[in-house]
């Protein structure tokens, strides 16, 4: 009997205990304070009818140690304060809309469940929430500010619906527990803020949506897990370093996207990035854009670049050659293969007329050079420093020998020799360009992607995208009887050839 009365008793002891960690409350705006009647030792509540802003500051102000709270049955109203400012020095507060805030830094809260009638989520709501495992009810939302679940450590998944149109700057940085983001419903979404998503280390997978046609900077930087990236095909604008220290990524695919210049330090630091397919519209390859991708080996640019920034490939220890330049490049920057260890032959395209300073400094195992520009390009300081230049060979046509053979650093070469004595290694077989008077016939054993014709000076005479393995080039505008040609097949090989045109 008496054991029989402990049990009962222990039962009724854990009831009142329940109950006391437990709370509702039915209120109209500005009513939780007076509903609470100061009791504020629950960890769960759950608010039916409505409230506003002051009902959120009463929150912020008693509750806090608040861990679960369910909205589902309360709408939020709209507030204007006109002798108050409220959850950041706010006055205005819309409708339908979890207040800028509202839960900053509320450590023990792990659950939460909206009203599907919300429709933003404002700057830094749930910022700092280090326990928050999962937010439901997002049905109907908009807009998520700036801030708003960042450093919310525990936060595994957020439903993000199709209405969705804004993704603040920072909205779920270091929210290290989400492993796969799928934005592909939501076609209405325009902005993808700065580091939006970066330095999530669990997150392994990422799907945006087909209509994106912007992405911020840094948007993945630090994503050391990520490994699978779906892009846009419309994408046409990209920040820098949207990848940066994604250690995890080994592929990605951008040959859809229509961006014309792939931005500062895209890739930088991605060590096991081995292969990338870059949009043919790329016309600049921009500061540090591939610096230090230390599994890259080999890569095909597209054959309207132009301009090689600074540090692009600085670090990239396993690119086997650099020979993957394409004519038409004008400018190779500062340090942009610096301590690349693995090549070793360099090709400079004939259009380039300015390489900067220490643009292969380290470059220790590059033995060969090779360049048909009638005229050395100009160069930066210690362009081809730390790399035992006088053990080296340069190859230039047989007429332009003697000027390098007088300009600064390029005489530094401990050989200066005739492009005609190269060997087959240098020229890609397969491809032929032929005269017959002004007709330029270019065949090759693949498909010709595209074509590109230059005089000896770099510019840009002709272009073509034949797309069969045969194309004609009618020369007769042209001045000069000298030119090079590039070509690029349909398989990614792309070949450099220097023809003469001779007229009988």
């Not at 630091?269 to 390859?285: E, H, Y």
């Amino acid at each position: 009997m008496l054991k029989k009365a402990i049990t009962i008793f222990f039962v009724l002891c854990v009831a009142v205990v329940v109950s006391a960690q437990s709370k509702v409350v039915n209120i109209a705006c500005g009513g939780l304070e007076e509903a609470l009647s100061g009791d504020y030792s629950f960890t769960s509540l759950t608010v039916k009818g409505s409230m506003d802003v002051r009902d959120f500051a009463t929150l912020g102000h008693s509750v806090a140690s608040l861990e679960k709270l369910d909205l589902s049955g309360c709408s939020i109203e709209g507030y204007d304060s006109r002798d108050k400012q409220y959850m950041g020095n706010h006055s205005h507060f819309e409708a339908d809309a979890i207040p800028p805030s509202a839960f900053l830094g509320f450590i023990a809260l792990k659950e939460v469940v909206l009203s599907s009638e919300i429709e933003a989520i404002g700057d830094g709501a749930f910022a700092g929430c280090e326990s928050l495992v999962s937010l439901s009810g997002c049905s109907r939302v908009c807009k998520i500010g700036h801030y708003a679940f960042s450093g919310c450590k525990s936060l595994q998944k957020v439903d993000l619906p199709s209405t969705l149109q804004q993704i603040g700057d920072y909205a779920f940085d270091k929210c290290a527990a989400i492993k796969q983001i799928d934005l592909a419903q939501c076609r209405e979404l325009d902005y993808l803020g700065v580091r939006a998503f970066a330095q999530n280390s669990s997150l392994e997978s990422v799907v945006l949506p087909d209509g994106l046609t912007q992405i911020q900077n840094a948007l993945f930087a630090g994503c050391t897990a990520l490994k699978s990236v779906s892009l846009p095909r419309k994408l046409d604008y990209c920040g820098e370093g949207v990848f940066a220290a994604c250690t995890a990524l080994q592929t990605i695919d951008m040959s859809e996207c229509e961006m014309y210049e792939l931005p500062a330090w895209t890739f930088s630091g991605c060590s096991l990035l081995s292969q990338v397919s870059l949009p043919p519209s790329i016309t600049i390859i921009a500061e540090g854009a591939f610096s230090y991708c230390t599994s890259l080996k080999n890569i095909v640019l597209p054959a309207g670049i132009s301009q090689l920034d600074g540090f692009a490939f600085a670090g990239c220890s396993a690119l086997s050659q650099i020979a993957f330049m394409q004519e038409g490049i004008e400018n190779i920057g500062r340090y942009a293969f610096y301590n690349n260890r693995a090549a070793s032959r360099v090709k400079i395209p004939t259009t380039v007329s300015y390489i900067d300073d220490h643009a292969f400094d380290g470059c220790i195992n590059a033995n060969k050079f090779y360049t048909s520009r009638d005229v050395p390009a100009e160069l930066g300081e210690m362009v081809f420093a730390n790399m035992e230049q006088e053990n080296k060979v340069l190859y230039v046509e047989t007429a332009s020998m003697t000027i390098y053979q007088g300009t600064a650093q390029w005489q530094d070469f401990g050989e200066i020799n005739s492009l005609a004595s190269v060997d087959d290694e240098v020229v890609p077989s397969g491809v032929c360009a032929t005269f017959e008077q002004y007709d330029l016939r270019i065949t090759s054993a693949q498909e010709i992607a595209s074509v590109r014709l230059y005089d000896t000076t770099g510019v840009l005479l002709a272009s073509a995208q034949p797309y069969k393995c045969e194309t004609i080039i009618d020369t007769h505008s042209f001045v000069g009887n000298i030119y090079i040609v590039q070509v690029a097949t349909n398989n990614g090989e792309q070949t450099v050839l220097k023809v003469a045109r001779l007229i009988r």
